[in-house]
Structures are given as structure tokens and as C-alpha cells.
């Protein structure tokens, strides 16, 4: 039995090495002196540390960016958990013909990919001037974040004794009060597992981003490292202390909300 | 029938925070995109087309590059969705052990999926570089010759493949392990009474126990290979010998490359039938299943 401990304990270890490697080979490569870089044997270990790729981001316009893949990412993650309470609640408790189409229409959203849908939004955006707007892209984000959203979140009612709804509305309760009072409390887990999975969607997002904002002042972290792909311009200690500055956040927020999110996500999803 | 309606009205007031994004962003943009498959026309002159019928499609049934980017999706979809899998379950029988700090390792062990995935990519870029990357260093150790991985056509597909399942599988593994937790301990016990080894225990009795599981993220990770964009096309845009362009890949260079609005547009709404294909197949196994 000690022994099978040990051999799991290896092969936790070795796992762990293998997967997060290119985070640590991130932080070495960020820290050390260029000349180090490009070298036959390349260099494990930052020696001597050197923290200018940091500095000279301080001064470009990373932190502009940064700054707006957070705003979009905590607007969209705010909105879609308003806006899947009350569809998530029909979905789980009214009792309609037509849910199945809707159920299905969710999942259908799932398989659109979002390439094909540039052009037309596109020219959407343009005729009512949300190209190179920051809420724009929040309206996109909070569309595609919704189906997920609602999918957790309709699980999760799903696992509501309905006897509580009839309880209240005995006790005078409209259903608007019912979803407040008693769904809302119950679910927090679920809500916050929409919210945080809203937040990685937009953290993340990219295509859209790219093709509705031109300015690199409206730019969010995404668009703005993937324009130093190719490594001519930007030196590459320079390039990956942004990518590094931009994980960090996420990764961060992950660990802190992981547990919950597993509470959240699977208690829904597996029962469907 | 009056409370029917009353009931169907209701329904439809609480979905509106959903039906309304719905039909402005999903569903007007693939119905402009169906009618823009009609059309020969190009990107800033949407006013200048002219009716071509079904003319963008008998060009894609007739290109052959067409053909080959669907067998480019579905190698790419199906190898991703296969190595997935088993990754993650190897990973969730880790996660599911209990060695001392296993906690940790279930913490640290899913973080490439927080990781931002153009961040992700400029790193293995980085690490896959034929020259100066740390892979084929690696490689060189155990006497192996260095490749250019993203750009050589042998190769770039394989690699592709290896990053996006690095970043999809902590998600699968998550669930997985739900999905672990939740199988009686009794029946392992009784196995163990048996003497079963290892492998026949996660054949007779894992397995089976996880079979809805495992297709119902078949199912999520399928879509999601399908539609998967900003990772393949940051790493190689299609590229080399396009050998990596999938559906996705192929819209978005037919439309912002070659400004082909009415063929990308037709070669994105056969997509989406593909795609539909194969999520019917996937349910239809489902419902045997079930």
C-alpha cells in the first residue's frame, strides 16, 4: 500500500512537470538577459534575474489593455448571471410545450462557429457605430458566455425540490419572489460558476476582438500579445513577461474560485 | 387552455435576457450569412452583390482544397477528442487517488485551462521554435533530431492537436472526476474481495459507470474542436501547404484574406451541417446508450 502511494506520488509529480512546463519555461524566459536567449544549450535558470522586460512593459501600453480585458471581463460576467436567473428558472420549472426547441437552440449555439458570424456583425457593429467599443464587445461576450450560463445554471435548478416553489406561492409568494428568496441563496455556488466561467469566456476571447477593435488604446490583452506573434518588433523576454502578466490574473482567480466551480459546474452536469 | 397561455406567456417574458442577444447576434448573423452564400460579393462593397444561386456551393463541391479541409476538420476534431479523453482520464484517476497532496496536484494540474490562450500560444510557440526552442532541445538529449514543428506539413497538424488537447483537457478532467467520485465504493470493494486487478476494475466496473459522462463531453469537446478557431489559426494560420486549415480556419482566410464573402459564407453554413451531422450521430449513440 505505501509503495502504490509512492508510485502515485511519481507520477502526480512527473504529470505536474510535463503540464506545467511552458508556464515555468514563461517565467524563466521573462527574467532572463537577452543574451542568454538564443543559445545552442538554452538556460534553466534566470541568472543574473533581470526584471527590464517588466520595466518596459510599465511603459508600453500593456496595462491599457489589461485594464480593458478586465473591464470587459467583469461587465460580461456581471451580465450573464442577470441575464440566465430568469431563463434558466423557465427552462428548469415552467412547464411548456416549447421548452425542447429552446433546449435545443442552446446546444445549437455550441456548434455555430463564430468565423461565420464575424461578417454580418461586422456590418452590424458598423451601422451602429459599437465597432471599436469596449461595450460592444461586452454584448458579444455576454451572448456566447449565456448558453453555457444557462446550461450550469438550469442543472442546478433542476436539483430544486419543486415542493419548495408550491410552499411559497402557498405562503403568497409571486414567482419573481420565489426565484429571489429561494433559488437565488440556493444556487450561489452555481451562480458564481456562471459568473467565473463568463469571466475566462471574455478573459480569453479573441476573434471578436480582434475584428471589432482598431485602436490600440481599445485593445484588450488578447488582441494586443497576439500582434507580437512573429517576434520581429517586440523582443521575446518582452513578449512573454506580457503573456505571463496576463495569465496571471486568470490563473490567480482560478485557484481561488476552483473548488466552488467544481461544486458548481459538476453537480448540474452530471446529473444531465 | 387560458392558463396555457398565461403559463406559455410567462415562459417566454423570463427568457427574454435570452431570446433577445439571441436573435440579434446568433440568429440574424447566420441568416444574413445563408443569404450571403447566394451572392458574389466582397467585404466593404456588401452593397455592390449580385445573385449567384447556388453557385458558391457547386464551386465548393467542385474545389478540391474544400474536401481537403473538411478531411483537415474532422482528423483534427477526432484526434483531439480521442487523446482528450484519454488524458483526462488518466488525470482524473490521479485526481481521484489518496496520496499525500493530492489536493495540490488537483489544484496545480488543471491551471492550462485558465491560462489565456494566446498567452498559451505565444509560450509554445516559444518552446516549439526549430531553432532556439526548448523541445527540441529536449529531443536532442535522448538522441532524437530536432523538427520545425509548425512548419513542416508532416508535422504541423500532430502539433496542433497536442496544444489544443493541453488546453482543453483540465475541463474534462474536472468533470471526470465528478464523475469518479460519484460510483459506489462498495463495487470496487467487492472487486478487490474478487482480486481484479487494476485494469479489470476500470474496464468491468469504471467504465461502464462513466459511459454517460464520457459521451456527454465527447459531445462538448466534439463541438468545441469543430468550431475551435484562435488556436490553430495563432499558431500556424492554416499553414504550412494548408495542411491545418480547418472549416473555421478556411472562412475566416476566404472572408478577411481572399475577400470572398459569399464563398466563405458558403462554406461556413456547410459547416454548420457538418457539424449538426455529428452531434445527431453522437445523440443518437446517446439514446442507445441510455
Not at chain 2, 465548393?60 to 474544400?66: A, K, V
Request: hydrophobic share 55%; aromatic share 16%.
Amino acid at each position: 500500500m505505501k509503495l502504490n502511494y509512492l508510485k502515485q506520488q511519481i507520477t502526480a509529480l512527473i504529470s505536474i512537470a510535463v503540464i506545467l512546463f511552458p508556464m515555468y519555461w514563461m517565467l524563466n524566459t521573462s527574467l532572463q538577459v537577452e543574451r542568454n536567449l538564443f543559445r545552442a544549450v538554452p538556460s534553466f535558470i534566470p541568472i543574473p534575474i533581470q526584471l527590464t522586460a517588466y520595466k518596459r512593459l510599465l511603459n508600453g501600453p500593456s496595462f491599457i489593455w489589461l485594464a480593458n480585458t478586465a473591464f470587459v471581463a467583469i461587465v460580461t460576467s456581471i451580465l450573464t448571471i442577470l441575464a440566465s436567473i430568469f431563463p434558466s428558472y423557465a427552462l428548469s420549472r415552467i412547464k411548456v410545450r416549447i421548452k425542447k426547441p429552446y433546449l435545443f437552440l442552446i446546444l445549437f449555439t455550441q456548434m455555430v462557429p463564430p468565423a461565420l458570424l464575424i461578417i454580418p456583425l461586422f456590418v452590424l457593429f458598423r451601422r451602429y457605430g459599437l465597432l471599436n467599443s469596449l461595450w460592444g464587445l461586452v454584448m458579444l461576450n455576454s451572448t456566447f458566455s449565456l448558453p453555457i450560463g444557462i446550461w450550469v445554471l438550469k442543472d442546478f435548478f433542476d436539483t430544486v425540490p419543486s415542493e419548495i416553489d408550491q410552499a411559497a406561492i402557498i405562503d403568497g409568494c409571486s414567482t419573481v419572489q420565489v426565484i429571489w428568496k429561494v433559488y437565488i441563496p440556493l444556487s450561489a455556488s452555481a451562480i458564481v460558476a456562471v459568473g467565473t466561467l463568463a469571466f475566462f469566456v471574455a478573459w480569453n476571447e479573441f476573434l471578436f476582438a480582434s475584428v471589432m477593435l482598431f485602436d490600440q488604446s481599445k485593445w484588450v490583452s488578447s488582441v494586443g500579445l497576439a500582434s507580437f506573434i512573429g517576434f520581429l518588433s517586440t523582443p521575446l523576454d518582452e513578449v512573454l513577461a506580457g503573456a505571463l502578466i496576463f495569465s496571471l490574473p486568470a490563473v490567480v482567480f482560478f485557484l481561488l474560485i476552483q473548488r466552488n466551480m467544481q461544486t458548481g459546474i459538476t453537480a448540474g452536469a452530471l446529473k444531465s | 387552455m387560458k392558463k396555457d397561455f398565461k403559463k406559455n406567456l410567462i415562459f417566454h417574458i423570463f427568457l427574454l435576457p435570452l431570446s433577445i442577444p439571441f436573435l440579434i447576434f446568433l440568429l440574424y448573423p447566420i441568416i444574413r450569412g445563408l443569404f450571403i452564400s447566394f451572392y458574389s460579393t466582397r467585404l466593404g462593397e456588401l452593397d455592390k452583390r449580385s445573385y449567384i444561386g447556388f453557385d458558391n456551393f457547386w464551386r465548393l463541391f467542385y474545389d478540391p482544397m474544400f474536401w481537403s479541409t473538411i478531411r483537415t476538420t474532422l482528423s483534427y476534431a477526432f484526434f483531439t477528442v480521442m487523446v482528450t479523453l484519454i488524458v483526462s482520464m488518466a488525470i482524473a484517476l490521479l485526481m481521484r487517488a489518496e496520496f499525500k497532496g493530492v489536493t495540490i496536484f488537483r489544484a496545480l494540474i488543471t491551471i492550462p485551462w485558465a491560462i489565456p490562450s494566446v498567452a498559451a500560444i505565444l509560450i509554445w510557440y516559444w518552446i516549439l521554435d526549430a531553432q532556439f526552442g526548448v523541445l527540441n532541445y529536449f529531443l536532442n538529449l535522448v538522441g532524437f533530431s530536432s523538427r520545425t514543428w509548425l512548419n513542416a506539413p508532416e508535422t504541423a497538424l500532430f502539433t496542433v492537436i497536442m496544444v489544443s488537447v493541453w488546453k482543453t483537457f483540465p475541463f474534462v478532467a474536472i468533470t471526470f472526476l465528478a464523475g469518479l467520485q460519484g460510483i459506489p465504493v462498495i463495487l470496487y470493494e467487492a472487486a478487490n474481495i474478487d482480486g481484479a486487478s487494476f485494469l479489470q476494475k476500470f474496464i468491468y466496473i469504471t467504465i461502464p459507470s462513466m459511459k454517460k459522462v464520457i459521451l456527454a463531453m465527447s459531445i462538448l469537446i466534439t463541438m468545441w474542436a469543430l468550431r475551435r478557431f484562435e488556436i490553430i489559426w495563432l499558431l500556424t494560420q492554416g499553414g504550412p501547404d494548408r495542411t491545418t486549415e480547418t472549416l473555421s480556419i478556411s472562412v475566416y482566410q476566404n472572408a478577411f484574406r481572399s475577400f470572398q464573402m459569399g464563398y466563405a459564407s458558403a462554406i461556413g453554413i456547410t459547416g454548420i451541417i457538418i457539424s449538426f451531422a455529428i452531434i445527431f450521430a453522437y445523440f443518437f449513440v446517446l439514446r442507445k446508450v441510455e
